[in-house]
């Protein structure tokens, strides 16, 4: 599949947001560390919302006429992009409620309640984002419950390690940030290692023979009958090779996984907040490039007709 | 009704002229204006409905070339339709005719994801998927003679390699091929349950190659020496 830069960075940015938010939600009403000042909790949560936003926004420039794209909420029965549109909606409110409320000191019953509101929308609308692609049959690397899996889980890290930054300016206990961070990020890495181990041992799906019809012989493509690429080719056709998609893998965990964990020892150990800041970025790229591998090593059936013999 | 298309694989010669009648009807049909990206250019290409692809079955000498139309299936579990957000993509309870209302197509991609066939192509000038309309404006037509009620590439075709048909009627024309010829969906491990069928290549005597046989014997001979003084 042919990576888009503004999908990649819809999925990395709203995923962390919404992951932002929900533990934000959930660090506040369990008072997580003695519970973080008021501001820091309000700024965080306009903090998560403009990245869903601004997520949100970037989706729409890969569309070819988005001047449609207000139609895109009315197909949620069968649809999960246009569930995931829906629900990205249905959070607003819940989300400006829940913080208004904050900032206004008032109503805690209601507060309490539109905030668990937007957290449960928050994972609903991760866990359809990432339907969007694992409800492929025609992507076999897609077509997993390691997609809504890997999704969640990393969603959640990258927001919990914003959180825990805020947490360290906040000057409260981090340690309880700290060990929920190092959860996540165990869980989100063993989750994306399993993803990359499986998808090296896919087995056998559809091949040329299956596409053809023709399953008692070798088949091969003499002509695709295009001089040059088409639509297919230039959308299907993207090929990462092997040995660039594995320094890649190696590459986005460790920037993901591995130079933070050491970033936030010597952070933790020293109160250095640039350090901290440093291992947020680590993630962020980390993420950028997992994502850009998710799309990059998908590989679509419908490259059966323009050569290749399995899928 | 389970309107959809028959392609003999046994005598399609790859003329590619479906193609090109295709384009040419629905250039001007109803999903409008079918763009070519510089048609003249170092890199020609643009949005076509049908595509003939050419393949080569089994290895040599015991190999066969097949040429290859594919064009939109109509599938009966169509995902393309399912995976649609704006409702732009359809498919007609009447006829099982798969369509896109560009209107309301908003260019996100996604069906043509959803689509194993690669039967849906963007046209980057209007920003909405496009794709084969298994000629809607046509087949309906009264104005027409009824025998010119027919997809541009099945009326096209020179070696009528494409019949058309209704599905749901065990008696019409296709159905009744499809069942004397053994004809087969693509990729059926998929489950989308493509309208259209494909007839396999029929099996044929091999052609002989070695000559040898014919050099012995005085009828072998004289042959010989004919071939030597025809010039071909």
Partial sequence: ?311 | MRLGLVIDLDVCVGCHACAVSCKQWNASGTTGALPDYQPYGAEPSGVWFNRIRHFEVGSYPNSKTVNFPMSCMHCEDADCVTVCPTGASYKRAEDGIVLIDQDKCMGCNYCSWACPYGARELDRSTGTMKKCTLCVDRIYDQNIPVEDRQPACVLTCPAHARMFGDFDDPNSEVSKVVREREGYMLLPELGYNPTNHYLPPRKHKPIPVEMSADKTGLAGKLKQFVNRMVKR
């Fill in chain 1, 1 to 311: 599949m042919h990576p888009a830069f503004s999908v990649i960075f819809f999925t990395v940015l709203s995923g962390a947001g919404f992951g932002l938010f929900a533990l934000l939600y959930l660090a506040d009403l369990f008072k997580l560390g003695g519970g973080m000042p008021g501001a820091h909790v309000f700024w965080t949560g306009v903090l998560a919302i403009v990245m869903v936003g601004v997520g949100l926004l970037s989706s729409t420039l890969h569309l070819a006429n988005p001047k449609n794209a207000w139609r895109a909420f009315s197909r949620w029965r069968t649809s999960w992009l246009s569930r995931e549109g829906v629900l990205s909606l249905a959070f607003y409110p819940f989300a400006l409620i829940y913080l208004a409320l904050y900032w206004l000191d008032i109503w805690p019953v209601a507060r309490h309640l539109s905030g668990a509101l937007a957290t449960l929308i928050a994972w609903m609308t991760i866990f359809s984002t990432a339907m969007i692609y694992a409800s492929l049959k025609t992507i076999r690397q897609w077509n997993t419950p390691l997609v809504p899996a890997a999704y969640l889980s990393l969603g959640h890290f990258s927001g919990g390690m914003i959180l825990l930054v805020v947490a360290m300016m906040a000057k409260v206990d981090v340690m309880p940030y700290v060990l929920m961070s190092l959860f996540q990020l165990f869980v989100a890495a063993f989750v994306k290692m399993i993803y990359f181990y499986w998808i090296t041992r896919i087995g056998v799906g559809s091949t040329i023979n299956t596409a053809t019809g023709f399953t008692r012989a070798q088949v091969r493509l003499l002509d695709a009958g295009h001089t040059h690429g088409t639509f297919l080719t230039q959308e299907f056709g993207y090929q990462v090779p092997r040995m660039r998609a594995s320094g890649l893998k190696v590459i986005s965990m460790m920037l993901a996984f591995g130079l933070p964990v050491l970033l936030l020892g010597l952070a933790l150990k020293q109160a250095n907040l640039a350090l901290s800041m440093a291992a947020l970025l680590s993630v962020f790229a980390g993420l950028v490039a997992e994502r850009w591998l998710f799309f990059a090593e998908a590989r679509h059936v419908v490259n059966l007709f323009h050569g290749s013999q399995r899928c």
